[in-house]
């Protein structure tokens, strides 16, 4: 049985309109015929894949979860209209000095041209990546696919590259390495239901797909323990501390009012009543941290 393909899309001027950093779902605007496209995309067998560079998170415009709430008003604008993306793949890391956000701040096999996102979903999804495609408006974005084994559409409608359509070319060809150059994504999904890529044949994405793909992999295990790490809290642990003690205590002095010490039982009653005030105080210093 064949293992699925893809169309691997590119975000800002592919799907949407590209006013600069989008850091608000409201900013989200479809291009005309993005929606169709991806329907076309999914009638004709391809799972439709979103892969997209989103360096703001570096260089501290907006968080994960911000673009969280972008992509979700993307999916739901593209649902609105019968069409749906598979998966969605970012890339938060910037190598270099505009990166402000440190954690970001690194180069990384997840940022197009390289082919890490490409390669992640492929083994999240069993793509085959021989029988899948690459859809951006730059360069960069084609480069990625053709990395990856894919075969690429560059779309040069708002780029400026003068529209062609060519033949199927060798990798390492054009300087920027696309198969076909169209205007416009409708276009991109005619190139694509016209040509399906051969299955039996051998891609030339490298040797080096491997040993990218456990980085990756090493990369997302570390946000993961980050994520982890990000958790824990000295504020809670203090405050399960304090309500631990207190619990003891007031049992203590449980024991000296059935031992009939009744200053005893009160000192330790007035202890544990403290111990409940630092806790309750720790809990919500660390709720509102």
């Known amino acids: 049985m064949r293992r699925p393909r893809a169309v691997f899309l590119d975000r800002d001027k592919t799907l949407i309109a590209d006013p600069g950093f989008i850091r608000r779902p409201d900013q989200v605007q479809l291009l005309p015929g993005a929606a169709d496209a991806i ?25 994960e979860a911000d673009l969280q709430a972008v992509h979700d008003r993307l999916q739901t604008l593209l649902r609105a209209e019968r069409a749906e993306l598979d998966a969605i793949y970012y890339c938060p890391y910037l190598d270099g000095p505009d990166a402000k956000v440190a954690i970001y701040r690194r180069a990384s096999p997840l940022r197009k041209p390289q082919p890490g996102m490409l390669l992640e979903a492929a083994a999240d999804h069993r793509l085959d990546l021989a029988r899948s495609w690459m859809i951006g408006d730059a360069e960069r974005d084609v480069e990625a696919g053709r990395r990856a084994g894919c075969r690429g559409v560059l779309l040069c409608g708002r780029n400026g590259i003068e529209a062609q359509t060519t ?30 890529p051969m299955a039996d044949e051998p891609t030339e994405a490298g040797a080096d797909q491997a040993e990218l793909l456990a980085e990756i992999r090493d990369l ?70």
């Open 167 to 196: 033949a199927q070319r060798p990798v390492g060809g054009p300087p920027h390495g696309a198969d076909f150059v169209v205007a416009t994504l409708t276009e991109a999904a005619d190139i694509v239901e016209s040509n399906d």
């Open 220 to 289: 997302l295990e570390e946000r993961s323990r980050r994520a982890g790490q990000d958790d824990f809290s000295f504020l809670r642990l203090g405050a399960s501390v304090a309500q631990m003690f207190a619990i003891v205590v007031c049992l203590w002095g449980v024991l000296a009012l059935a031992s009939l010490d009744s200053q005893a039982a009160t000192a330790r009653f007035v202890l544990a009543i403290f111990l409940e005030l630092v806790t309750i105080a720790a809990s919500l210093a660390d709720r509102n941290r």
């Open 39 to 63: 329907r076309r995309f999914r009638a004709a067998g391809y799972k439709v894949i979103m892969v997209t560079n989103q360096s703001g998170i570096a260089r501290g415009l907006l968080t």
